[in-house]
């Protein structure tokens, strides 16, 4: 037996963001198949790259998981939202980022007071990755804002 007696609320916790994840993978591949179709090539491998990083996130979390002789999720928690203008997009990512963030923060404190100090310290890990995309979503978003139609022309290619 790897990981001993299974404890199920660390478990669902992992799972539960890996479901996040898996949701965040369909939403950002969706979006840069989207943004390649209109030409903004720049923005699409954003979403390209932020997706392979959640594709990362997913795997290690099913790691985990499987160590604690748990099953890893299949299931995204949502369906991916199609046919957004960019601002929307955006507001999207965002919010994906932001509940992400908030509910890895909250799994940090059980799995520490749990004494599973190996998935608080994977939770970490995610969240300074989380942090980074939802920051660099906010800035897109930001310029996008400020600068309209010309700073669009700067994603295109
Ligand atoms: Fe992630
Ligand atoms: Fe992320």
Known sequence: MKGGNMNKKVVDLLNQARAKELGAIT???????????????????????????EMKHAEKLAERILFL????TSKPDAVAKKGQEITEMLKTDIALESEAIKMYNEAAVVCAAEKDQISKDLFEELLKDEEGHVDMFDNI????????????ATLTG
């Not at 943004?35 to 997706?51: I, N, R, V, Y």
């Not at 310029?143 to 669009?152: C, E, N, P, Q, T």
């Open 141 to 152: 978003k930001d310029h996008v804002d400020k600068l309209g139609a010309s700073y669009l």
């Open 69 to 72: 002789n748990g099953e890893p």
């Open 27 to 53: 939403q950002y591949m969706a979006q840069h198949y989207e943004l390649e179709d209109k030409d903004f090539g720049k923005l699409a491998s954003k979403l390209k790259e932020t997706a392979i990083a």
